[in-house]
């Protein structure tokens, strides 16, 4: 570590903003490489040049940032007024819903209604169609079991009924298969499944959180406490509350 006092870069003319504060930075970065080589802080002057060289760094951060900020303004103003256009047309956040994003949503509202009631219908017909395969097949076996080998007649009803039970079970897995939807121009719309959870004993859902989860709900955990600490507190069950110095 250095014993001598920072010395102020040269002056540089004829660059831009940007390569200036570039350079700036990448002094005081190589200047920090040269101070910061491993060895503890044992002298005042040693402790106040790092100051110093960590205010001139901060400086020069907060000069690059505002440049940062007055380079993007032309974008971001630009940015948002597009934003601002299309925002009642298309936006769909908490504080604005475009016209088509409402009136998507009021289409399938309107829809809804009717559709679930198709598919009430479809799933009764699915079930029934999957009883009728179900007793034609038990006929048909039974039939396969009684006849006469040596009875044409009886064989041949038999392999009727099998056939017929074939028929009656593609019947039913078209059945099952069907879909309740709105056909129209473009993309169908139809039915879907969404499945929530709906906590209903908080302790069994903390001891699956923590069983399941565990690393998660310990950094949550983490937080609140921390968060707690912030804000004064000195004293959580579970936490030892330990005061740390810090530059």
């Known amino acids: 570590m250095p014993a001598t006092a920072i010395i102020d870069p040269p002056k540089t003319h004829n660059q831009s903003p940007f390569d200036l504060i570039k350079t700036r930075i990448e002094d005081l970065y190589d200047e920090a490489k040269l101070w910061l080589d491993g060895d503890p802080v044992t002298t005042q002057e040693q402790a106040d040049a790092l100051n110093t060289l960590e205010n001139r760094i901060r400086e020069a951060a907060k000069e690059a ?70 007793e034609k097949q038990r006929a048909a076996m039974e039939a396969m079991r009684a006849r006469d080998k040596a009875n044409l007649e009886q064989a041949e009803e038999a392999e009727r009924l099998v056939q017929e039970a074939k028929r009656a079970e593609a019947e039913a897995k078209r059945a099952e298969n069907a879909k309740a939807h709105a056909k129209g121009d473009g993309r169908a719309t139809g039915l879907r499944s969404v499945w929530r959870p709906t906590m209903t004993d908080q302790v069994a859902a903390a001891r699956w959180a923590w069983e399941h989860h565990n690393a998660e709900l310990i950094a949550a955990i983490q937080g609140f406490a921390d968060a707690d600490v912030r804000a004064g507190k000195r004293s959580i069950p579970g936490f030892d509350v330990v005061e740390h110095r810090e530059v």
Do not use: F, H, M, S
């Open 65 to 134: 940032e505002a440049l940062r900020k007055e380079e993007v303004k032309p974008l971001d103003e630009a940015k948002a007024e597009i934003q601002d256009r299309y925002n009642p047309l298309v936006g769909k956040t908490t504080k604005i819903t475009g016209k088509a994003p409402a009136a998507i949503e009021a289409v399938k509202a309107a829809l809804r209604p009717y559709l679930l009631e198709l598919d009430r219908q479809k799933r009764e017909a699915a079930e029934a169609a999957r009883r009728e395969a179900e």
